[in-house]
Each structure stands twice: as C-alpha cells, then as structure tokens.
C-alpha cells in the first residue's frame, strides 16, 4: 500500500477479496428454510462468507481485487461493518 490514499478502502478489499474467515458452522435454533432449502431444529449449517463476498449481486466486479471500492459492505470478519 504505497499509495496512502488507498489504505481505508485498500484493506478492506483485501480483507473481502481473500478475507481470514472463509465460513463458519451454525446451529439453527428453529425449523426454516434458506433459499427453499428446508433447515430443521438442531441443523448444522455452514454459511460461506467467502461466497458472500464474491455475490455480483452484491459486488460490481465481484472477482477483481478494487482497492478503492466503496461502500464495502463484506463479510471478511464474519459480519457486515
């Protein structure tokens, strides 16, 4: 990060484009469904942040590492910032 001017929005594209939690495991606590996939009590479920943050829905050019993208709402630390 030579240029100090893409350190705020640098980092957090690089925690994004290759971030330190790939995904997690959850317990659901109730029945659901997810995306018409049916989730019961007591479920494992393993949420990929990694897949989030590749979302094109989500992200213009959701596979090129930008660093002044902004607003960058990724999952890189498990939650939205």
């Not at 995904?23 to 606590?29: K, P």
Request: charged share 25%; proline share 6%; glycine share 10%.
């Amino acid at each position: 990060m030579r240029d100090r001017a893409l350190l705020a929005t640098g980092v957090d594209e690089l925690v994004r484009f290759d971030g330190p939690v790939q995904g997690t495991t959850r317990t659901a606590v109730r029945s659901c469904r997810i995306g018409g996939v049916g989730i019961e009590a007591g479920q494992k479920v393993v949420p990929l942040f990694a897949a989030a943050n590749r979302d094109p829905a989500a992200f213009t050019r959701a596979d090129d590492l930008v660093l002044e993208r902004t607003p960058n709402r990724h999952l890189g630390y498990e939650w939205e910032p």
